[in-house]
């Protein structure tokens, strides 16, 4: 899995549900990232964190809330204020950067369906 | 601000016939630039990357890409190209130097490699 573990690999919502998507990493990276990718729009930014306790807003990140409380794990969260999360997600981690690392890592995502 | 296009939504090529896919970016300085792969239902694999050197840069599974300053480019190619490498295909950026920023990715090429 490249040190980077996503679950659940498929997750089904009803309408006005919060759910919570996991992204753990065991290699002690610095930064994680969550990305959203929709058919035709590849990959957009919804949240993203370099330290501990410290996030930052992506592009789409209204109606998203995540958490940074342990180095490993960066949880999002897909509240009842996102209108439209049918969507796969994406995680990735990444050390810091320098001419020795390769980008980032990903998880192998959850697709989220709302029914 | 950066930006990355990706002017292809699909390639077509037969089997054993060299490919190309497209990617410019726009970037404030010198670029670090990666190409991904991503197979269905799966995350994306990290194919190369350039940040300084050689403008040619060879990566996993026989692909290269160019890189062209001038043209602010990054093509990814292949001599011959496998019905295998039927996938979906990233162009990534950030400036270099840049610490940890999130890349920005192009919204993608599908290459279909036809037998």
């Known amino acids: 899995d490249g040190g980077i573990t996503q679950s659940p690999k498929y997750l089904f919502r009803k309408e006005g549900q919060n759910v919570t998507l996991s992204c753990e990493q065991n290699?002690?990276?610095?930064?994680m990232y969550w990305y959203r990718q929709d058919p035709g729009q590849g990959l957009r930014l919804i949240y993203y964190?370099?330290?501990?306790?410290?996030?930052q807003k992506g592009d789409i990140a209204e109606g998203y809330s995540v958490s940074r409380e342990k180095k490993e794990s960066f949880p999002l969260t897909v509240t009842s204020a996102q209108k439209n999360p049918t969507a796969f997600y994406l995680c990735?981690?990444?050390?810091?950067?320098?001419?020795?690392?390769?980008?980032?890592?990903f998880g192998s995502g959850t697709r989220l369906t709302v029914v | 601000a950066q930006s990355v296009a990706q002017p292809e939504d699909q390639v077509n090529v037969a089997e054993g016939n060299p490919l190309t896919v497209k990617c410019t970016y726009s970037?404030?300085?010198?670029?670090?630039l990666f190409w991904y792969v991503q197979y269905p239902n799966r995350g994306l694999q990290f194919l190369l990357k350039?940040?300084?050197?050689?403008?040619l840069v060879k990566g996993s599974y026989g692909f290269e890409a160019e890189f062209n300053k001038s043209q602010t480019s990054f093509h990814l190619k292949k001599p011959s190209a496998l019905v295998s490498d039927s996938a979906l295909y990233f162009c990534?950026?950030?400036?270099?130097?840049?610490?940890?920023?999130?890349?920005?990715f192009g919204k993608g090429t599908r290459l279909s490699v036809i037998a």
């Open positions: 990735a981690r990444t050390p810091l950067p320098g001419p020795g690392d390769y980008g980032y890592t």
């Open positions: 290699l002690n990276h610095d930064a």
């Open positions: 964190s370099q330290i501990v306790n410290d996030f």
């Open positions: 970037v404030s300085g010198n670029p670090y």
């Open positions: 350039y940040i300084t050197g050689d403008n």
């Open positions: 990534a950026v950030r400036a270099l130097n840049s610490g940890n920023t999130p890349l920005v």
